[in-house]
Each structure stands twice: as C-alpha cells, then as structure tokens.
C-alpha cells in the first residue's frame, strides 16, 4: 500500500490544502461581519453567499482555467449570485491569452442587450476588487455592431490578425473574455455560443501536482477576497452611500462603463417590519433595470420571486410614472420588489446607453399608509395574477439559462 510520503508532491499538496482549509475557515468568519445585521435570514445569506460561490471556486480556479483550452464559464445564475449581479443579465466569461487565436460561434438569440468585452490585467493596489474582477475592457463588441447570417448565426474571431466582419483584438496583458446579456419580456431568447482555440492540435493535458497547488492558492484568494470586499467595497469605491440609506445617487456613466454599455446607481436600503419604501421614477427611453439584492449585493431569489423590473414587464402609472413599492409582504400593488423578509439590503438601477438614464427617487413611508401615499390609479394585481407572474418569472427565467 503507498501512503502520504509516497508521491514527490505530497507535501506542497497536503501544505497547499491545509492552508485553503484554514483560509475557508476564515472567510466563513466574515459572514458575521457588523454590515450584516443578526437576524436568521441575513446571518443565512451570508453563509450561502460563501457556500454558492465555494462551489465554483474551483472551476474558476482549474477547469476552465488553461487559456489554450478555453470555455465559458456562467458564473452567476437562480443558484449562485457574484459581484452585485442584476437579475436580468446572465453572466459568462472565458479565460484567454494575448498570444492565442479563438474564435467564438454561436446564434443571436433575441435578447435585447449583448455586450462582449476583452478584459485587460488587473492593476495592483488598494481599490481594486478580488479575482475574477478589476481588470479593465480592452475592446468590446456590442450586439448592434455584431453582424449575424441570415438564421441569426454568427462568428467571432478573438485575437490575431483582423478577420471576418466580426474582431476582437487582444493585447500582451488581455486575460478573459466577459460576456454579458440583458433582457426585457419574459419572451427574449438568450445567445448561444461556445468558444475555442483555432490551432488546437492536441488533447488538453491532465492538471499537474503544480498547477493544483496554484489552483487551490486561486480559489482561497477568490474566497477570502470576496468574503473581504463584500458588502464594504462599494461603500468605499463604488460611489454606494452607506451613511444615508433609502436615498439614491444619480447613475452615472464612465469611460469603462461606455465600454461596459451601461451607466448605473446603486441605493443602500433599510426597512423596519412595518415600512415600505416607494421608490419613484419617469417612465423613459432605453433599456433600464432595477434589482433588488442582500447585504453582500447579490441578487435576491429571482426565479421565483418579484425582486426585479423591466420596462415590460412594469406598469407605469397615468402621471407618466413608474412607482415601484419596496415591502416585506405583497402590498398588492402590481411594481412591488420583496424584500425576502431582509431588513436592509440595495437596490440596484442599471440604464443601458440608448437615451438617458432617469432620476429615481424613494420615499419611506409606513406599510398601512401605502393607500394615501399612492395615486388612486396605481395599478394592483390580485393574488392570482400574482400567481401568473411568479410562473411567467419562473419560465422566462428557465428559459434563459436553459434550465430543464
């Protein structure tokens, strides 16, 4: 029988895993951070915010980690939730070099926003956000400018020489590729794609005992940094004001955000149990999105829960505005955002760059007061045409992310 000692990396490995373990350790710590206040649901958010993302760690930090064999990796979804995620993007990236050559296929789909940026290095210093963020967009290719066959198909090339009417340039320091998608109606059809390395000649090699060290030391920063950052990081870079809650900041658009296609803003939330916060808004031009997520800024449960809105799928009041009702338990009004019982948490306005983004306002009023507070004329829904939402959310949801 071979035991510990037997294999020449035994040592760093075992060294390497004690170390991950004592680090997971540590980061299950930061779920009883003050920022995240003591009652059940949040203290359990917070450690299936670390649990979801502990199940990817990995497949971040090895299996879709050799940019010679690339993949697309979706990294947020109804079950895992990253990085201020909006419930209606889905989120995918790719792993990539400077110096190779991919090519991308893949058909349209009818979802309303496409955006696909060449991500550069990371920088160094204080304000940078943890693995796999903080790089910047080196170039991007927007679902306008991306030319399709007649059946929706298309090619992408990715580095290299320019080819074909769709490219992409890399430089030396280009490391991924992130794909974003955003939707409206219920209806969209998400794009489909894969990617791959155009001179691939060979299998893709076994991991070897160096490269699982080094994965292992990926996956313990990835979590440590994100159980770190979160939900500080905004706060103190993200133009997020912690110090004066239920009020919103105007979006805001910069040169990344361009590149990004969107501009957006972001308020920090708190809600006593017999509260409500309504939250006010021009109806207007453009695709806009509000989503509603916990302390860690992760997205609330939206496969079956009206936690986020579109402008199709929002009714806009007879004044021309869009009145969206911030409550614990169904009020009854048709733009309401549940809570899921948390008492503080963000909601999140994201304006992609066609038109200008709106000024949104929130009032926090007492739950029984809603009747005055509001226009006679605010749309209400029954408990059954809340039903016939939460199912409309469940299939549209289901459909793009081609859960069975």
Same mark, same amino acid.
């Given at each position: 029988?071979?035991?510990?000692?037997?294999?020449?990396?035994?040592?760093?490995?075992?060294?390497?895993?004690?170390?991950?373990?004592?680090?997971?350790?540590? *980061?299950?710590?930061?779920?009883?951070?003050?920022?995240?206040?003591?009652?059940?649901?949040?203290?359990?958010?917070?450690?299936?915010?670390?649990?979801?993302?502990?199940?990817?760690?990995?497949?971040?930090?090895?299996?879709?980690?050799?940019?010679?064999?690339?993949?697309?990796?979706?990294?947020?979804?109804?079950?895992?939730?990253?990085?201020?995620?909006?419930?209606?993007?889905?989120?995918?990236?790719?792993?990539?070099?400077?110096?190779?050559?991919?090519?991308?296929?893949?058909?349209?789909?009818?979802?309303?926003?496409?955006?696909?940026?060449?991500?550069?290095?990371?920088?160094?210093?204080?304000?940078?956000?943890?693995?796999?963020?903080?790089?910047?967009?080196?170039?991007?290719?927007?679902?306008?400018?991306?030319? $399709?066959? *007649?059946?929706?198909?298309?090619?992408?090339?990715?580095?290299?020489?320019?080819?074909?009417?769709?490219?992409?340039?890399?430089?030396?320091?280009?490391?991924?590729?992130?794909?974003?998608?955003?939707?409206?109606?219920?209806?969209?059809?998400?794009?489909?794609?894969?990617?791959?390395?155009?001179?691939? $000649?060979?299998?893709?090699?076994?991991?070897?005992?160096?490269?699982? #060290?080094?994965?292992?030391?990926?996956?313990?920063?990835?979590?440590?940094?994100?159980?770190?950052?979160?939900?500080?990081?905004?706060?103190?870079?993200?133009? #997020?004001?912690?110090?004066?809650?239920?009020?919103?900041?105007s979006a805001h658009a910069d040169a990344e955000d361009v590149k990004r296609g969107r501009a957006a803003a972001n308020m920090h939330w708190r809600l006593g149990p017999y509260e409500a916060l309504v #939250?006010?808004?021009?109806?207007?031009?453009?695709?806009?999105?509000?989503?509603?997520?916990?302390?860690?800024?992760?997205?609330?449960?939206?496969?079956?829960?009206?936690?986020?809105?579109?402008?199709?799928? $929002?009714?806009?009041?007879?004044?021309?505005?869009?009145?969206?009702?911030?409550?614990?338990?169904?009020?009854?009004?048709?733009?309401?955002?549940?809570?899921?019982?948390?008492?503080?948490?963000?909601?999140?306005?994201?304006?992609?760059?066609?038109?200008?983004?709106?000024?949104? $306002?929130?009032?926090?009023?007492?739950?029984?007061?809603?009747?005055?507070?509001?226009?006679?004329?605010?749309?209400?829904?029954?408990?059954?045409?809340?039903? #016939?939402?939460?199912?409309?959310?469940?299939?549209?949801?289901?459909?793009?992310? *081609?859960?069975?």
């Amino acid at each position: 029988m071979m035991g510990f000692g037997d294999g020449s990396a035994d040592a760093q490995l075992r060294e390497a895993w004690t170390v991950f373990c004592d680090r997971l350790k540590a *980061a299950g710590e930061q779920v009883f951070k003050n920022e995240n206040p003591g009652s059940d649901p949040h203290r359990a958010d917070g450690m299936r915010f670390l649990t979801q993302n502990l199940g990817q760690a990995f497949d971040l930090a090895l299996e879709s980690r050799d940019t010679r064999y690339p993949s697309l990796h979706t990294f947020c979804g109804p079950n895992r939730k990253l990085g201020g995620d909006c419930a209606d993007f889905t989120y995918q990236q790719a792993w990539i070099d400077g110096q190779s050559h991919y090519r991308i296929v893949g058909k349209r789909g009818t979802a309303p926003f496409l955006n696909i940026t060449v991500q550069g290095p990371r920088p160094d210093g204080p304000g940078v956000l943890h693995e796999p963020f903080g790089d910047v967009p080196e170039a991007n290719l927007s679902g306008e400018q991306l030319k $399709t066959a *007649a059946d929706g198909t298309f090619e992408i090339y990715v580095g290299g020489p320019e080819r074909g009417p769709n490219w992409l340039p890399t430089t030396a320091g280009s490391r991924k590729l992130f794909v974003r998608q955003g939707f409206d109606s219920w209806d969209d059809v998400p794009a489909r794609m894969q990617i791959e390395r155009l001179d691939m $000649t060979t299998p893709r090699p076994l991991p070897t005992s160096a490269q699982m #060290v080094d994965a292992i030391a990926w996956a313990g920063d990835f979590l440590t940094g994100m159980m770190g950052d979160w939900p500080e990081f905004p706060f103190a870079h993200g133009g #997020v004001e912690s110090d004066h809650p239920n009020r919103f900041p105007s979006a805001h658009a910069d040169a990344e955000d361009v590149k990004r296609g969107r501009a957006a803003a972001n308020m920090h939330w708190r809600l006593g149990p017999y509260e409500a916060l309504v #939250v006010e808004f021009p109806a207007h031009d453009g695709l806009w999105m509000l989503t509603n997520m916990g302390v860690f800024f992760t997205s609330m449960d939206f496969l079956y829960r009206p936690v986020s809105y579109t402008p199709s799928r $929002t009714a806009v009041d007879a004044d021309g505005t869009v009145r969206l009702v911030l409550a614990h338990d169904d009020p009854g009004y048709h733009n309401w955002l549940d809570t899921q019982g948390f008492e503080r948490g963000n909601l999140t306005y994201r304006h992609m760059l066609d038109g200008a983004p709106a000024t949104l $306002t929130a009032r926090l009023v007492r739950r029984d007061e809603l009747g005055e507070v509001l226009p006679p004329e605010t749309v209400t829904v029954t408990p059954e045409e809340r039903r #016939v939402q939460m199912w409309a959310r469940f299939h549209g949801i289901r459909r793009r992310y *081609a859960l069975l």
